[in-house]
């Protein structure tokens, strides 16, 4: 399983960015998709999450209204649409897959499966 991260860059604050992550190596419906971000010198933290089917989602607070995740199973791709952007936005974007169902979404520890990170950089 690999699952391929990009587009990342630079934006001013308020701007938007549209992040794209690709799997391959696994059935493209199978199991949910997350984002993570970790800011330069802050842990990792999770961002938002969809389920295999694109029916649910979840937010942190923090990106809640401003962020919005989707996913296109017939191209393998999940997409995080990050508009309203902030400088505390800045951080390296991961995407993660989990290998069951049923979970907390938003804990590191279920993800087996990374993306290589894409870097978000918001100016003020």
């Known amino acids: 399983v690999q699952l391929q991260a990009f587009g990342g860059g630079s934006v001013q604050a308020g701007g938007s960015l549209r992040l794209s992550c690709v799997a391959c190596g696994i059935p493209a419906d199978s199991y949910a998709v997350g984002w993570f971000r970790q800011a330069p010198g802050k842990e990792r933290e999770f961002v938002a999450a969809?389920?295999?089917?694109?029916?649910?989602?979840y937010y942190a607070e923090s990106v809640k209204g401003r962020f919005t995740i989707s996913r296109d199973n017939a191209k393998s791709t999940t997409y995080l649409q990050m508009d309203s952007l902030k400088p505390e936005d800045t951080a390296v974007y991961y995407c993660?897959?989990?290998?069951?169902?049923?979970?907390?979404?938003?804990?590191?520890?279920?993800?087996?499966?990374w993306g290589q990170g894409t870097e978000v950089t918001v100016s003020s």
């Open positions: 993660a897959k989990p290998k069951v169902y049923g979970i907390d979404l938003t804990q590191e520890a279920v993800h087996p499966y």
């Open positions: 969809v389920t295999w089917s694109g029916s649910k989602s």
